[in-house]
Each structure stands twice: as C-alpha cells, then as structure tokens.
C-alpha cells in the first residue's frame, strides 16, 4: 500500500475554497501515513506500505524530474510518463513483498 508523497500543488479551488494549502501540509501526510502505518502493522501478513516519498521527494520537496522526465505536472498528479516512471519503481517494491 503506497503511503502519501510530499505534494505541492500551486492552487486547488473547490466552491471558492483553496485546497491545496492542505493538501500541500506536511503534518497532513505525516499524520495520513501514520494512519497507513499502524493499519500495515496491525495485518503485516497481508499489508506492507510502501513510501513514495523516498523516490519522489527530496528535503519534503517534490523532484521535478527523474531521468529527464516531468514527474508530476499539478504538483500531486503524475504525468503519463511520470506514472510509467512511478510504477517502472513501485512494482519491484510491491514483488518484494508477495
């Protein structure tokens, strides 16, 4: 189970109602992968998590691009090459585990 990457999203507005700025939190990810943590403890025979943000993020700040290539074009988003790039990294992350 992927654990919630460092996002960094310009602007999202929903009903006059910027949602980036929470979505952007810190503590906010910190907090939602602590959740993801202790469920993945409490059934480790069936749930490993698996964290992005040693790949897609550096010092809490998201990589623009990986081998040449735009990760993310919203700031929380991949791109169509930035998720074959994702993936190409999660399924051997996820194999180690089966």
């Known amino acids: 189970?992927?654990?919630?990457?460092c996002y960094d999203q310009?602007?999202?507005?929903v009903e006059g109602q910027d949602l980036a700025l929470d979505r952007n939190d810190p503590a906010r990810a910190k907090a939602l992968n602590?959740?993801?943590?202790?469920f993945a403890k409490a059934h480790p025979?069936?749930?490993h998590?698996?964290?992005?943000s040693?790949?897609?993020c550096k010092d809490g700040k998201p990589i623009e691009k990986i081998d040449g290539k735009v990760m993310r074009e919203d700031g929380?988003?991949?791109t169509?090459?930035?998720?074959?790039?994702?993936?190409a990294w999660l399924m051997p992350q996820l194999k180690s585990h089966l």
Request: hydrophobic letters at 45%; proline letters at 9%.
């Open 80 to 87: 169509s090459d930035g998720a074959k790039k994702f993936w």
């Open 1 to 5: 189970m992927p654990k919630i990457a």
């Open 34 to 38: 602590a959740i993801i943590d202790d």
């Open 76 to 78: 929380v988003h991949c």
């Open 49 to 52: 998590a698996v964290d992005p």
């Open 10 to 13: 310009p602007k999202f507005e």
């Open 54 to 56: 040693s790949w897609l």
């Open 45 to 47: 025979d069936r749930v």
